[in-house]
T-cell receptor, first 115, second 114 residues
Framework: AQKVTQTQTSISVVEKTTVTMDCVYETRDSSYFLFWYKQTASGEIVFLIRQDSYKKENATVGHYSLNFQKPKSSIGLIITATQIEDSAVYFCAMREGNSGTYQRFGTGTKLQVVP | EAAVTQSPRNKVAVTGGKVTLSCNQTNNHNNMYWYRQDTGHGLRLIHYSYGAGSTEKGDIPDGYKASRPSQENFSLILELATPSQTSVYFC?????????????FGPGTRLTVL
């Protein structure tokens, strides 16, 4: 069965620095999709970035990038040049490719960016 | 612009009462989902649907029913609400097939069962 684990409950970083949030997953499927979502203080949840398991190149969108380490079943989210507005809860999720219809979410990491 | 809306946004119910949470999407997505969010648990899947007329159980379906009468609408029903169902509920929609599988979330419904 698929499982997604985020062990970092909360992180605090200084503005304009780089932060990495960890996520490890378990699956028996050879094909799968990994996602990161952001939940703002207002409760809104938005999709940020995605990595397909068959792609070797790490995905990048704006100042978000991924560190995909397939042998370690790990998908880290990297935020460079952090801004105060990046303060939020970040969720990692996985969808299995061969049999999956839904995404399984991790418990989230709360990021606080301070001046 | 694609959107997922939920109603009501806040609800206070009494134990044993019936509660219906509604979700509407204009994304024309086949798949829709209901999650609940509780501290320390993240987002947990309650029910989901492949399309009009279908409902499937997620990870925590006990005490909940779902209804998908049309492509656009997906409801979550608590026939006999209990205090343990106090939570924030999110609806989401997503595509079937293609190269894009991300989900689009509604704003959430805060349910308090007294």
């Amino acid at each position: 069965a698929q499982k997604v684990t985020q062990t970092q409950t909360s992180i605090s970083v200084v503005e304009k620095t780089t932060v990495t949030m960890d996520c490890v997953y378990e699956t028996r499927d050879s094909s799968y999709f990994l996602f990161w979502y952001k939940q703002t203080a207002s409760g809104e949840i938005v999709f940020l970035i995605r990595q397909d398991s068959y792609k070797k190149e790490n995905a990048t969108v704006g100042h978000y990038s991924l560190n995909f380490q397939k042998p370690k079943s790990s998908i880290g989210l990297i935020i460079t040049a952090t801004q105060i507005e990046d303060s939020a809860v970040y969720f990692c999720a996985m969808r299995e490719g061969n049999s999956g219809t839904y995404q399984r979410f991790g418990t989230g990491t709360k990021l606080q960016v301070v001046p | 612009e694609a959107a997922v809306t939920q109603s009501p946004r806040n609800k206070v119910a009494v134990t044993g009462g019936k509660v219906t949470l509604s979700c509407n999407q204009t994304n024309n997505h086949n798949n829709m989902y209901w999650y609940r969010q509780d501290t320390g648990h993240g987002l947990r899947l309650i029910h989901y649907s492949y399309g009009a007329g279908s409902t499937e159980k997620g990870d925590i379906p006990d005490g909940y029913k779902a209804s998908r009468p049309s492509q656009e609408n997906f409801s979550l029903i608590l026939e006999l609400a209990t205090p343990s169902q106090t939570s924030v509920y999110f609806c989401a929609s997503g595509r079937t097939g293609g190269s894009s599988y991300e989900q689009y979330f509604g704003p959430g419904t805060r349910l308090t069962v007294l």
